[in-house]
C-alpha cells in the first residue's frame, strides 16, 4: 500500500506537461539582418521555467552600438510579462 500512495503521488504532483505548441519553440534561436540601414543581430533562447508551467522567453537585439533585451513568460492561453 505505501508504494501505491508513493506511485499516484508522484503522478499527482508532477510538473504540469509542457504545451505541444510552445515546446516547438523552446532552445537557442538566432538571426541577422537590416532594420533601418543598420546591421541587425537577434538571439533567442526559450527555456522551460517555473516546473514546466512557462516557457520563458529571451531576447537580445543588437544593432550597431545599441542594444535591446527583453524576457517575457508564455503559458498556453496566457501571457504573462517580466519587466526587468
Same mark, same amino acid.
Given at each position: 500500500?505505501?508504494?501505491?500512495?508513493?506511485?499516484?503521488?508522484?503522478?499527482?504532483? #508532477?510538473?504540469?506537461?509542457?504545451?505541444?505548441?510552445?515546446?516547438?519553440?523552446?532552445?537557442?534561436?538566432?538571426?541577422?539582418?537590416?532594420?533601418? #540601414?543598420?546591421? $541587425?543581430?537577434?538571439?533567442?533562447?526559450?527555456?522551460?521555467?517555473?516546473?514546466? #508551467?512557462?516557457?520563458?522567453?529571451?531576447?537580445?537585439?543588437?544593432?550597431?552600438?545599441?542594444?535591446?533585451?527583453?524576457? $517575457?513568460?508564455?503559458?498556453?492561453?496566457?501571457?504573462?510579462?517580466?519587466?526587468?
Amino acid at each position: 500500500m505505501p508504494a501505491l500512495i508513493a506511485t499516484l503521488a508522484l503522478v499527482f504532483f #508532477q510538473g504540469a506537461a509542457p504545451d505541444p505548441l510552445l515546446a516547438r519553440f523552446a532552445g537557442a534561436w538566432s538571426g541577422a539582418g537590416t532594420v533601418l #540601414q543598420t546591421r $541587425a543581430d537577434v538571439r533567442l533562447t526559450w527555456a522551460w521555467a517555473l516546473d514546466g #508551467q512557462f516557457l520563458e522567453l529571451s531576447f537580445v537585439n543588437t544593432m550597431g552600438k545599441r542594444r535591446f533585451e527583453g524576457h $517575457a513568460f508564455y503559458r498556453a492561453g496566457r501571457v504573462v510579462v517580466n519587466r526587468r
